[in-house]
């Protein structure tokens, strides 16, 4: 799905002088962003800093902005919740809006990377919050995205589904490469995953830097203290050089 | 090449609301049948104590037992008159829903699907629903004669409001969320129609054919009072000439079974369709 079909697709992401205002009140103000092929870039920002509103921007979801945006042809989103219908079943989910023949067959090899091959009958409103979103992942991946747009996918799940979710997005993102925008208030999470972090803040991109650390990363390094610091810094979170964070995240 | 995004005209805020309620579900191991028995219970507590009341005249002398009700009936399908009777009158209900349920379906579903013409038919039919449509039968037969027209003209409006309320409700209130995520995934118009809107729609639309089929039958009484000489609402004018309450009786037993069946009906039609709810059951 592009902006507009008419349109030759573009590979990466490219933002230019996005603006976007609800009620007279901007949201974001000329944002530029750019994410290359294959790249995966975390979007981090308080709560009311517009990063989900440039996700739906980017995702076509949103078309009250103004700017220039360029897409490639294929897009899929995965939203916090996951938005399911419930009056299907997980497979009939999984393709879709897909057209073509084999579509069970290509759900169900959706549904075998996110390890759920057994659940493909079931009716969404049986499985666990953890289950459900990586049906949403498969409907995601199905689509063969250039493109993957998470927006907070991970914020519903308990810690330690989160964590699993999280590795399954790493290792799906190292096999198919697309580019990933990941919307977060985790600064962990931002970290574990991206190659690069923008932090959004008042409408414009505040700060924006590669993470550098080889995959698969542990929180345990000393740059990833270095950084996880300087991000709630900028996320205006005061810590103190020496403290010990034990929970999942930074809200 | 950077596409160029316009701003888009701003549309009013869609009302959210969820589609199904979420909660738990007692299951107990109960013996087989003993729900159904249950089910029967009821009924046959009221039958008993109707016939209790009628032989022992706590109901007066003008009620029929059910025995009576029962030998009277017998009698009536014996005759053949019965049967007579009772196929014109499914005609007449039968005409009339096939008209005005797709009718009633089709005006919810313009205004749901489209917002222009709800603003333009919402409020004709709106104030013609205020309007009780029983009302309307002297006047459909001077319009209509006094032939069927008058009468499935008749039965055709009453279910028609119920459902057109119920389809426009259903629709507005599917999780405008869902609606997104289908179109993020390449669904077009038709497309989001079929498979989000409808079926989240639809445990309201059912709750519309429920209420359109009681209405259904109410105005088939009220049709049937007047200027015909068939019917089981004729049936009933006739035996109140000659005071035979039994016959009543039986038309009234038959109005209370045919409106049981056809809940039945939608109900099944509800197991079948909305077998992914997990909705309160009851403890």
């Given at each position: ?12 992401v ?13 949201v974001l103000?000329?944002v530029?962003l750019d994410i290359a092929?294959g790249e995966f870039v975390a979007l981090l920002g308080p709560s009311g800093s517009g990063k989900s509103t440039l996700l ?21 989103v995965v939203f916090q919740e996951h ?30 990377e996110v390890g759920l ?10 499985l666990s919050g953890g289950e459900a979103q990586r049906?949403a992942l498969?409907?995601a ?7 993957l747009l998470l927006d907070e996918p991970f914020a519903a799940l308990d810690a330690l589904t989160r964590l699993k979710a999280q590795r399954l997005v790493e290792g799906l993102w190292a096999e198919h490469r697309p580019s990933v925008l990941l919307v977060t208030h985790d600064v962990d999470e931002a970290l574990l995953l991206a190659d690069r972090v923008v932090l959004l803040g008042d409408g414009v991109v505040a700060e924006e830097f590669a993470v550098g650390m080889d995959r698969p990363r542990s929180v345990e390094v000393p740059r990833f203290a270095q950084l996880r610091r300087r991000l709630l810094g900028g996320l205006g979170v005061d810590t103190g050089p020496d403290q010990i964070r034990t929970g999942k995240g930074s809200e | ?283």
């Open positions: 799905m592009s902006v507009s079909p008419s349109l030759p697709a573009y590979p990466g490219r933002v230019r002088g996005v603006t976007r205002a609800f009620d007279g009140r901007v103000d000329r530029d092929p739906r921007i980017v995702g076509g979801i949103d078309t009250g902005a103004e700017g220039e945006i360029g897409v490639p042809g294929k897009v899929a938005r399911l219908l419930p009056w299907e079943r997980v497979w009939r989910n999984v393709t879709l809006g897909l057209d073509g023949g084999r579509l069970r067959e290509r759900a169900v090899a959706a549904l075998g091959t057994a659940r493909a009958d079931a009716w969404p409103g049986t049906v498969a409907r991946l199905v689509r063969t995205p250039e493109l | 090449m950077p596409a160029v995004l316009s701003p888009a005209p701003t549309r009013p805020p869609v009302s959210v609301v969820p589609v199904r309620t979420l909660a738990l579900r007692r299951t107990r191991l109960l013996l087989p049948g003993v729900r159904q028995l249950r089910r029967v219970s009821g009924l046959a507590a009221a039958v008993l104590l109707w016939w209790l009341g009628a032989v022992q005249g706590w109901l007066g002398s003008t009620t029929p037992s059910p025995a009576a009700v029962w030998r009277a009936g017998v009698e009536l399908v014996g005759s053949g008159e019965y049967g007579h009777h009772l196929l014109v009158s499914l005609e007449r209900v039968g005409r009339g829903l096939l008209i005005g349920i797709p009718l009633g379906v089709a005006l919810g579903l313009a205004a749901g699907l489209t917002r222009a013409v709800e603003d333009v038919i919402d409020a004709p039919v709106q104030a013609f629903r205020m309007l009780p449509h029983l009302a309307l039968a002297p006047v459909f037969i001077i319009w209509f004669g006094i032939g069927e027209t008058s009468k499935t003209m008749l039965i055709l409006i009453g279910p028609v409001f119920p459902l057109y309320i119920n389809v426009l409700h259903g629709i507005r209130g599917v999780d405008n969320r869902l609606v997104e995520a289908a179109r993020s995934c390449g669904l077009g118009r038709w497309g989001l129609t079929r498979r989000v809107i409808l079926p989240g729609a639809l445990p309201q639309i059912l709750v519309g054919l429920r209420q359109a089929l009681g209405v259904g039958w109410l105005t088939l009484v009220v049709a049937e009072q007047t200027a015909t000489t068939s019917g089981i609402g004729y049936l009933m004018t006739d035996a109140r000439e000659f005071l035979r309450t039994d016959v009543m009786f039986v038309v009234l037993v038959t109005y209370a079974v045919l409106g049981v069946l056809s809940d039945l009906l939608v109900r099944l039609m509800e197991r079948r369709a909305l077998a992914w709810r997990r909705g309160f059951a009851g403890v």
